[in-house]
Every structure is written in C-alpha cells, then in structure tokens.
C-alpha cells in the first residue's frame, strides 16, 4: 500500500487549533491501527523558534535529537506514537537556507534559482525526508502553519498542489475553517469559509474535507450552503464546536462525528476497528477526580497562554494520575517584589513550580519565592531555570554566600554558583547554540529521585547554557542540598535535592516534554501527590503544613 498524505490548512483566523485538531485526527488514525508521521511547516523566516521571545511565539518544544521546535508539535506528542524529531518541523528559514546553500556550492549551476522549482521542490523533499528513516508509515500528516491568504504560506501551498498532483490518488486536503455567529444578526456566517476556500481554489487547491470551527454545532443547512459553494460533497463538511471540558475530549468529539471514518474513506484505506480504551480511562479519570488541590506556576511569560503549554499540560496529566481536581494558579513572577506579596499570593496555594526562563527579569522575585517555600515547607519543584533558582537561593540564605548568583544575571559575582557550561564559552551565535536534546543522567542511589523514579538512570531533555557550578558541591551538600542526579559518566549537575524539605527539587532538565496524558512524568505524579497532602494554612501554622 502506499503512503498516503494529509495535508491541513487553516483559513479565517489564526488560533483555530489547527495543531490540536490534526494530532486528534493522527490518535483517531492510530486507535484504527495506521502507523503515522507528522510534519509542521512553519512559513517563518526563522530558522525556528528557538530564538523567538516567548511572547511572541509561546513554548519552544525541544525533541530528544535537540531541535527546538514548534509547540504544536508538542500536542502531536501528547496526543500521537508518531516519532517527534528534528525532521518533524521545517520554517521558511530553514527551506531557504538549504536552497541558498546549495547555490554557493554550486548545486544549481546555470540556472536562475527561483521560488518555483527550487523552493517548491525543497518543501517536497522536507515532506518526503520527514518520514523516510521510519518504517511502514501509512499516513503523513502535514500541518501549513499560517492562514490562507498569507504571502508567506504562498510557496508551501504551491509546493502541496503539487504534490497532491504528483501523488494523485494518495493525498487530501483537509481546510480548517471558522465559522461566526454573528449575534446581532442572530446568524452564522459561512462568508468568511467561502472566501477563503476560494483563495485555495485560485492557488490550485480543492479543498477534499472541510473542518468548522465554531461556537455551537453547526445546522445541516449551513453544512449544505458550505459543500454547495465551497464544491464539497456535504458529507465531507464537518463542524468542530468549541469544547467547555477539556482538549483531550476533542479527538472522541470528532470520532462521534465520524471524521476518522471519512478520512478512512477519502484516502482509499481499508476500515479497520477503532481502540481507544486507554484514551477513554484516561479522560474518565480525569472527569471523576476524588480530590482537589492548587499550584502556582511562576514565571515570567505567564501572559502569553502557550509559554508554558508543556509544563500546564505535564500538571493536568499527573493530577489525571492521582485523580486530582488541580486548579493551576499561573501567577507573574514581577508582582510578586516582597515577603507580604508572596505570602499573600500562596496562602491557599498547595505546591510551586518554577518553570525555565532566561535573563534577569524577575530573577530576585524567583529567588525570593524559593526562600518562602524552603522556610514554609512548601514543596518546590524548579525546571531549568527553577533549579539554578533553587541553588542561588540556598547558596545566598543557606550558605551565606552573600551575592552568590549566576554568570547569566552577574557576570563578575564572588560567587558563581551556575556558571556558563564550559562548552558555551566558544560559543557566539544564539541560535540553536544551547545544550540541547537529550541526555542520560545516573541517579544517587536512595536520593528522594531515585525513590520517585525507581530507576538508576534516566534520559531527559535538556535546553540550557548554564550548569551548577561542582567547586560548590561539598559546601552544598554539607547543608542538606543534595546532587541527587549527575551526566551519565560525569559531574554536571543535572538534579538538586533538599533533603532537609519534603519535596524541594530541581531539574536542569525539562521533564514536561516527555509526559502523556495516558502515561504522567514520575516527578510530575509525586509532587502533585505530595501537593495533595499539603495543608493550605495561615502562617502561623505553616511548620504543621504536613501534619
Ligand atoms: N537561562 C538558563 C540557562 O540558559 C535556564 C534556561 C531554561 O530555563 N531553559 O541555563
């Protein structure tokens, strides 16, 4: 049989859900037994978003071969089996990086290098090489990041037309659309789908499917207005209705509908059962929580919604675990400038987690978090930047090294307790320049990790430059901050525990990125169980938190 391929495009607006919707669609496709392969295109001229600001762009998903990716690939992880690496997401930038190099070399000699053949034909060879080192893909999912319409997602439309001409027979378009109600008019508006299916059709591209997004599900006479302007069978329009619950409930949403089983049939493929026990014990529990409990994320880009999505999402899949009702509290970390402000803001809270993070905005107010928690035994969980937060702030109120710091905030402090990695020194280019992907990492034998994960070594993902600096280990450990975790065959830190707290512990790592809904991150499970058993309390009450 040969690979087929779906491509999605979304028109209208942006933040449809695109990626959530395909990586529904893959599980659907994986629960009826096909082995799929995913591809984001990205029309940005960024080479990816490892140099963006949060803000601008949200999390940065970081595969285990070390490319910093696009966060929709993260939902293809969460949702899918599909293999997540460097090959799964290709930008504009690196499509013309790769054309341009070529030319210097000298590949194109005597011709004029141009969008169409040369960039079009790259874009194709991306898809193609996406899934090639895999083996027995049956379907391809392609995802064209943007909206219809935009000049930059011009060449990857192109390069899609052609090759669904080339593939005939194997490819379908998918058109992820919106569509309004206009509440003055007491009306929904197909306009907006028509328009942009129209501006498909001018590029050469038939929609096969159309996907609604819209508040409500959609009357079969808009279904019928939009297959007869848009010259798609009506059984091939589909409405996908906001969700009040939770994301996780979208793929059995469109399997109600029946999508999985178009697309079986729009691709020629063989019907075949659908399992999606796992899937459906999973949301049951999450549904049918038997307790509830609160944790404060802390950080700096909490305004934007997707800066965090993996950590958010590591939390809810742990709470899933421990049947827990979580309520997550994302608070910015710049309002939180002195001890009343803290204690004000964690009074009902149960747990904190600090999140990865660069530069010194916010970096004092961090600090000051991790004081109140380790005093008031509140358990601490610090990712990346959250553990170089843990060491300083032991180091300064610990220690007593007055103005320890890191050689990212300070560059001259006496004491530099996260220092840059030795292998950043040389380094000048930002982009794609950090420790990168993954690593394994050995755990000390009866360290509170090595109980958690029950394991001697374990492999996670990384995107740093700094390290803790080993000249501290003994003072640290001498006080009770353990190195619990350590580079396979090496001394860079890679975990720090506070054996004198019930759950005060740092990664140099990003564990979010591995967690599943149907399979929680070990560290994840246990502290929002040790959240669960702690008791929300007024300050003098604080040392009984864990009574
Ligand atoms: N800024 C810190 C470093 O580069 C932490 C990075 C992070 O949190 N991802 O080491």
């Not at 053949?117 to 090489?129: G, V």
């Not at 899934?131 to 909206?147: F, H, N, P």
């Not at 305004?303 to 809810?316: G, R």
């Not at 035994?377 to 610990?398: D, K, N, S, W």
Request: charged content about 25%.
């Amino acid at each position: 049989m040969n690979t087929k391929f779906i491509f999605m495009t979304g028109g209208v607006v942006s933040s449809l859900g695109k990626g959530l919707t395909m990586a529904s669609l893959g599980l659907l496709l994986e629960s009826r037994g096909l082995k799929i392969s995913v591809l984001k295109l990205d029309p940005y001229l960024n080479i990816d978003p490892g140099t963006m600001n949060p803000f601008q762009h949200g999390e940065v998903f970081v595969t285990d071969d070390g490319a910093e990716t696009d966060l929709d690939l993260g939902h293809y992880h969460r949702f899918t089996n599909a293999i997540i690496s460097k090959k799964s997401n290709a930008t504009s930038g690196q499509i013309y990086d790769s054309v341009l190099k070529k030319e210097r070399k000298g590949d194109y000699l005597g011709s004029t290098v141009q969008v169409i053949p040369h960039i079009t034909d790259e874009i194709k060879s991306r898809i193609k090489d996406s899934y090639a080192s895999q083996k027995d893909i049956d379907v391809v999912l392609i995802e064209i990041g943007g909206t219809v319409g935009d000049i930059e997602s011009l060449p990857f439309l192109e390069a899609i037309r052609q090759f669904k001409h080339e593939h005939s027979g194997d490819c379908i378009n998918i058109h992820l659309t919106y569509v309004p109600y206009l509440k003055a008019a007491g009306e929904l508006k197909t306009k907006p789908t028509q328009h942009s299916v129209q501006v498909l059709r001018e590029i050469g591209i038939i929609p096969d499917l159309i996907l609604c997004r819209c508040e409500n599900p959609l009357p079969q006479d808009i279904k019928e207005k939009i297959s007869l302007f848009c010259s798609v069978d009506v059984s091939s329009v589909f409405d996908e209705p906001d969700i009040d619950t939770t994301i996780y409930e979208v793929p059995i949403k469109l399997s109600e509908e029946k999508l999985d089983q178009k697309v079986f049939e729009l691709l020629k493929l063989p019907l075949q059962p659908s399992n999606t026990t796992k899937w459906d014990e999973m949301l049951f529990k999450q549904k049918n929580p038997k307790q509830c409990c609160t944790i404060a994320i802390i950080g700096k880009y909490i305004a934007h919604q997707d800066a965090y999505k993996s950590v958010f999402e590591a939390l809810n899949h742990a709470a899933f675990e421990n049947e827990t009702n979580l309520t997550i509290l994302p608070i910015d970390v710049e309002s939180l400038c002195d001890d009343d402000a803290i204690e004000k803001a964690l009074e009902n809270v149960n747990a904190v987690l600090i999140p990865g993070g660069f530069g010194a905005r916010g970096f004092e107010n961090m600090i000051l978090v991790a004081k109140y928690c380790r005093e008031n035994t509140l358990p601490y969980f610090g990712i990346c930047l959250g553990m170089q937060i843990l060491a300083i702030e032991f180091a300064r109120h610990v220690l007593d090294l007055k103005d320890a710091n890191s050689t990212e905030i300070a560059k001259n402090t006496p004491h530099p307790v996260i220092a840059l990695l030795s292998e950043q020194e040389v380094i000048t280019n930002l982009g794609g320049s950090m420790r990168l992907g993954s690593y394994e990492c050995s755990l000390k034998k009866g360290s509170q990790t090595h109980n958690i994960y029950k394991l001697d070594e374990i492999t996670e993902r990384h995107r740093h430059r700094y390290e803790f600096n080993a000249l501290y280990k003994e003072k640290f450990e001498e006080k009770g901050l353990i190195m619990a975790g350590t580079l396979k065959n090496n001394f860079l830190c890679e975990i720090l525990e506070n054996s004198n707290h019930p759950w005060m512990i740092g990664v140099q790592f990003h564990p979010e990125f591995v967690s599943k809904p149907t399979k929680a991150h070990p560290l994840f499970i246990d502290f929002v169980k040790t959240a669960l058993k702690v008791k929300c309390s007024p300050k003098l009450q604080m040392a009984a938190r864990f009574e």
